[in-house]
């Protein structure tokens, strides 16, 4: 499959480029050990676009067989030592080649992203730029890291190493399919581990052709394998498999629990979780430009359809400005309404499918039912498509549903407050910690806020401006794992001590 041609740029040059890929074909097959083949059972899953309904593919559902095929090649691939025990430098030019070729298909990646899950094509552009990124800064990042040397008298020389763990286990979701597997694979891969990578079973698209652009760029047979599928079957089976060492996974609080009690139940694999949020925004009545504050704290919540783990769908407000504020909020929403995704115009798509479209205006019929007041949206958009407009409630408690539980939808909750304390009370009062954004010139406030927040991120007048150089994570059940810079690089591999007696 190629590139199209010309760089697309309109509504009907993405529909062009759509209608070339789909006589092309579509690869559907499962990677493992450097081949596509047919799940071993035959079975399928359908894939949808979301946007107009029309089926896309049938795709290779995996099984426990494809798992244990899987990870034997991987094993394989890491005891033979062609990746493994590759010198940082040739890894590295494997690895930028690889984001190369991600760039030089970008527009088709980008595009597959958007069909199979409804996300604006515009917004898929913008994950490439960062699954990119993201595979370049660890590729470079590889012959850079050292190990250590122990303080030790001179009859002795204490070395820290850094080994690769093995065979990795990733498994991604479905809002941001391929940026999602930039930030797992790439630290997993630069550190010197197989991986093996499950995407979502609604968006496995750009995971399948990321594969042949990994095998283009020279990965050894082994090194890296996609099993489409879904979570109850091949998921599983990775997360019980004796034979990996470690699943990293992004996903819901709920599947991330079990997945902890799967690596407790075999054989203790390391478990790096990036799991839900329910983030608070706090916003100061001493911030300056509200208009710009309203327009990020729109944008915080609405973006990507607020199929975001840290959408900053609390919103948090000094009651001195509320009313004008929320006016303000109200107003920018009604710029950011859903429109076709292969629109580069358009800021929100559909739902991802029926079930999360479904869930979310249930969320929508328990606010109201719960006495919060309706300030814009709440009712489905007419015609195919899974379209929610912007929906914002103001009036929230923190005992309703709509204010404590994740969506993961278009869905504002808006609370009220009237000190410091009460703000930062409400704002750790969650089961998630995932991000936080706090508004306010007062650099006394911004430091003391900061602090207090629980949270694994905390954006000080911004939402979410950050790259790869920091960490990405949550704490509380929001996980325990950090996604982007070193950091990542870290995880995915184990220290080992070296202690040396030396004659005297």
């Avoid at 209608?19 to 493992?32: F, K, M, N, V």
Wanted: glycine share 10%; charged share 25%.
């Amino acid at each position: 499959m190629t590139e199209h041609r010309r760089i697309p740029q309109t509504c009907d040059d993405w529909q062009a480029l759509a209608a070339s890929l789909a006589e092309q074909g579509l690869e559907t097959r499962a990677y493992i050990d450097d081949a596509f083949v047919d799940a071993a059972d035959g079975a399928t899953l359908t894939t949808i676009n979301p946007a107009t309904g029309e089926t896309l593919a049938e795709v290779a559902s995996c099984d426990a067989a494809d798992a244990e095929a899987a990870v034997a090649a991987a094993r394989r691939a890491f005891e033979g030592g062609e990746w493994s025990r590759r010198a940082p430098g040739q890894r590295k030019a494997v690895l930028l080649r690889l984001a190369e070729l991600m760039e030089a298909h970008q527009h088709e990646l980008a595009l597959l992203d958007t069909l199979d899950m409804g996300k604006p094509v515009g917004s898929s552009l913008g994950d490439m730029a960062g699954a990119i990124g993201c595979l370049r800064h660890h590729a470079e990042s590889i012959d850079k890291l050292y190990g250590e040397v122990a303080p030790t008298g001179n009859d002795a020389l204490g070395l820290v190493l850094r080994e690769p763990l093995g065979v990795v286990a990733s498994i991604v979701p479905w809002n941001f399919p391929l940026m999602m597997t930039a930030w797992k694979i790439a630290p997993a891969l630069a550190a010197g581990n197989s991986v093996i990578l499950k995407p979502s079973e609604k968006s496995p698209l750009s995971a399948l052709r990321l594969a042949s652009l990994a095998r283009e760029a020279g990965l050894p047979r082994g090194v890296f394998q996609v099993l489409p599928g879904f979570g109850h079957t091949v998921g599983k089976a990775l997360a019980l498999s004796m034979d990996v060492d470690c699943l990293a996974f992004t996903g819901s609080t709920g599947v991330g629990k079990q997945l902890m009690q799967y690596a407790g139940q075999s054989n203790l694999k390391k478990v790096f979780l990036e799991c839900g949020g329910k983030s608070p925004n706090l916003v100061f009545a001493d911030c300056k430009d509200l208009d710009r504050v309203a327009e990020h704290a729109a944008g915080a919540i609405f973006h990507n359809q607020g199929e975001v783990c840290i959408a900053g769908s609390r919103l948090l407000v000094e009651n001195s400005i509320r009313e004008a504020f929320v006016d303000k909020v109200l107003a920018a929403a009604e710029r950011m309404q859903p429109g076709d995704p292969l629109d580069p115009d358009s800021f929100m798509g559909a739902m991802v499918d029926q079930a999360q479209h479904e869930r979310v205006l249930g969320y929508i019929r328990r606010g109201v039912e719960e006495g919060a007041t309706l300030r814009s949206g709440g009712k489905a958009l007419d015609g195919p498509g899974l379209f929610i407009p912007p929906t914002v409630f103001d009036g929230v408690t923190d005992a309703m549903a709509i204010g404590r539980e994740e969506i993961f939808g278009p869905v504002l909750s808006v609370f009220g407050f009237d000190s410091e304390d009460e703000a930062v009370r409400l704002a750790n009062d969650s089961d998630y910690g995932l991000a936080a954004g706090l508004w306010s010139q007062d650099i006394d406030r911004i430091m003391r806020v900061t602090r207090r927040l629980r949270s694994g991120q905390v954006f000080v007048n911004n939402w979410a401006d950050m790259d790869q150089t920091v960490p990405f994570g949550g704490v509380k059940q929001s996980g325990n794992g950090r996604d982007k810079s070193h950091h990542s690089l870290e995880e995915y591999s184990d220290l080992k001590s070296v202690w040396m007696t030396l004659a005297t």
